[in-house]
């Protein structure tokens, strides 16, 4: 239940902090500002919008932080709790064993009775003898 709630938290964190990033204005366009033009159209004043902004960012992007924090934890201790139960532990991925290529090599039927006349037990076809 709670694990639900901070992915929900966390999701809705980092939408938040796209649009709040998205929102702000970039350093070039306060250049504008400083010599009046626009400074009354502002709702929060001549600079209270880019302080409240940044603010309201900055606390949006510790919280999100602190959510993936709780989520690396609540995936350590479900980890935890397989291999406490005798299930193989998750990070660990089994590699399987490659045949050997010369498994996938056709081999002619007159290739087969020569190599069993010969007593030739290898899977490796062999170069024809020259005369």
């Given amino acids: ?5 901070i ?11 796209v ?5 702000q204005q970039g350093k070039g366009a306060e250049a504008g500002a400083s010599f009046g033009a626009g400074a009354s159209n502002t709702v929060f004043g001549s600079q209270g919008s880019a302080t409240f902004l ?12 602190l959510t993936a924090l709780g989520l690396g934890y609540f995936a350590k201790e479900k980890a935890h709790q397989l291999t406490q ?19 996938d090599v056709p081999v002619l039927q007159g290739q087969q009775q020569q190599k069993n006349e010969a007593g030739n037990n290898s899977d490796v076809p062999q170069a024809p003898e020259q005369k």
């Fill in 85 to 103: 139960a005798g299930l193989p532990d998750p990070a660990v991925l089994e590699v399987q064993q490659n045949k050997p290529a010369t498994d």
């Fill in 1 to 5: 239940m709670l694990e639900t709630v």
């Fill in 54 to 65: 940044s603010k309201f960012t900055a606390i949006l992007a510790a919280s999100f932080f």
């Fill in 19 to 23: 649009v709040l990033v998205l929102l």
């Fill in 7 to 17: 992915v929900v938290l966390h999701l809705l964190g980092a939408l938040g902090l």
